[in-house]
């Protein structure tokens, strides 16, 4: 099956060989060493590890904030580890969107306005902007809470709203990182299954990164890193 | 480009409205008292330069000395009643002399006292001074000649010493010596300097050179020149004779002044403007700390921020937007400040006009040198915590607790 889609068309993103060194001399450390990793579009991905296995290095990369040591990062056609700084933020802006553990919200700014953040800087004009942001809010289910700020919201409303600002865009890959870490199992339950129905309507890819198996279990695709090497990747029979 | 920059340094400062307001609050007094220093400063150069101009251009003062001026009145002899009388027979084109020696002093009547300016002068110091008599008389040539314990006072000192009471025939004292009021003269009011010059004792010259300074010396002399004269001629004329008089030889530099109100008015707004310029610098220093109070609170504010600014990176946001906005957020805070500034300086300017006596005159050239200034002040201690934003790594930023 993977073989038949490599033919037809180039996969949406390439990992070959990546290497990430932090550091130089004696005190270099090695973070990734030496990655292969396809993702097709509308995949949803977990990856997983302990802390330091290098997941999170791998999915700055993959997001683009960062860029390889060594090794080739193709997106879509698009050599990625040749950009420049510039280069991979104007990516980020037209093709991805990202989740945070930690919300990551403007603080004392409405919902709404967190969420129209990103079509600002696509220059979006300011009435499809509001109206793009209004739709993105309401299809997190946070239609009511337009003009409230982050600290009046729960941590599952917050986590909605940066959900809602990734996706404003209507972006190619959703980059979660942790997005459940500050969230109880209910709420957790709530964040995995907005992100499935967007993988599943919106036909979004979702690169997620965890380390709950519980949360891990509601992705398509499961990959584990261990030393910075793919322990397992495997297909996750849950059915969707 | 702009608008997008502008809209999110402008939510940005509505988020912070307290602190952006504590920032700018430097600039604002910065910029406030520039406008006030200089809004009052160019009035009281104005008022100084109309109330020399009502004095007629007609108008020249001869003092001993090398330069009229404050502290520099030099130790030349002083002249005698003869050099005006000498003015008045030589020079042709002079139409009055009024020789003018003063002294401020108390004037006492019962148990009131008015310290005020005693002058002693001539009859025709009135006319100079365009002064006429509300009521009473002027003195006579032969009280003038005897220098006659007469005195002819103006409109405050006889409120001061006399309230309501007619003050003609009453006697005051000034010193030990008593002296008749025989006129009183019609109100003029402040002169534009501030000058009370209803605040006045007019005694006969001779009187005054006796009882009071007990010296024959005269501080001015003031020369009315003839309509249609030319007072530059006068001047020269008027400057060989008291030369002559003063026997300076040819190598000798004159030890007195001849001045037409021109040069006066030039030599009084010049100390004005050069006062004005002087506490403008300072206010102007004021400007300059608060320009380094934003940018302390802007760098605060970058490190405070660091997440926001690793969030709008990972958003998309490239590294001259958010240098941008950093800027324009400074900028927008420290014009904005400086408007403010503007309007609390000409609003105490105009409450102040009152107080200090001067007309209160708007500069739009230093309304705009202020906004200019502010704006400037902003761009430049904005930068430097602008680039600390926008070089951020964005990964950095987003772990930053």
Known sequence: ?240 | MFWNTLLLSLREIRRNVMRSFLTVLGIVIGVASVITMVTLGKGATQQVATSIASLGSNLLMVTPGRRMGPGSAGSAPAFKVEDGEAIAREIGSASLVAPVASRSMAAIYGNQNSSTTVTGSTSEFLTLRNMSLHSGRTFSDSEARAGASVAIIGQTVRETLFGSQDPLNSRIRLGALSFQVIGLIEPKGQNSMGMDQDDIVLLPLRAFQRRISGNQDVSMLQVQIREGESTEKAQRDIRLLMRDRRRLAPSEEDNFNVMDTKEISRMLTGTTTMLTGLLGAVAAVSLLVGGIGIMNIMLVSVTERTREVGTRLAIGALEREVLMQFLVEAVVLSSSGGMFGILLGLGASLALKNVVMVPFVFDPTIVMIAFLFSAAVGMVFGYFPALKAARLDPIEALRHE
């Open chain 1, 1 to 240: 099956m993977i073989a038949s889609t490599q033919e037809s068309r180039a996969p949406l993103i390439e990992l070959r060989g990546v290497t990430k060194v932090y550091g130089t001399g004696q005190a270099a450390m090695q973070a990734l060493a030496g990655i292969d990793l396809r993702i097709e579009e509308g995949d949803f991905v977990a990856i997983m590890g302990h802390s330091g296995s290098g997941k999170s290095t791998c999915l700055n990369i993959l997001g683009c904030l960062d860029s390889p040591t060594s090794g080739s990062y193709r997106f879509r056609d698009v050599e990625v580890s040749q950009l420049t700084r510039d280069q991979r933020a104007r990516l980020r802006r037209y093709y991805l969107g990202f989740v945070f553990q930690g919300y990551n919200l403007l603080k004392r700014t409405s919902a709404i306005e967190n969420v129209e953040l990103p079509l600002i800087y696509r220059h979006v004009p300011a009435r499809q902007r509001r109206q793009a942001a209004r739709h993105a809010l309401a299809s997190v289910g946070l239609q009511d809470w337009e003009s409230h700020n982050p600290n009046e919201l729960s941590g599952g409303q917050q986590q909605r709203v940066a959900i809602a600002r990734a996706i404003v865009t209507g972006p190619s890959v959703l980059m979660a990182d942790e997005p459940t870490g500050n969230l109880d199992t209910a709420r957790s339950e709530e964040i995995m299954e907005l992100l499935c129905s967007l993988n599943r309507d919106q036909g979004i890819t979702v690169v997620m990164v965890t380390h709950e198996s519980d949360m891990a279990a509601y992705a398509k695709r499961i990959v584990r890193f261990k030393d910075g090497r793919i322990e397992s990747d495997e297909q996750n029979g849950r059915a969707h």
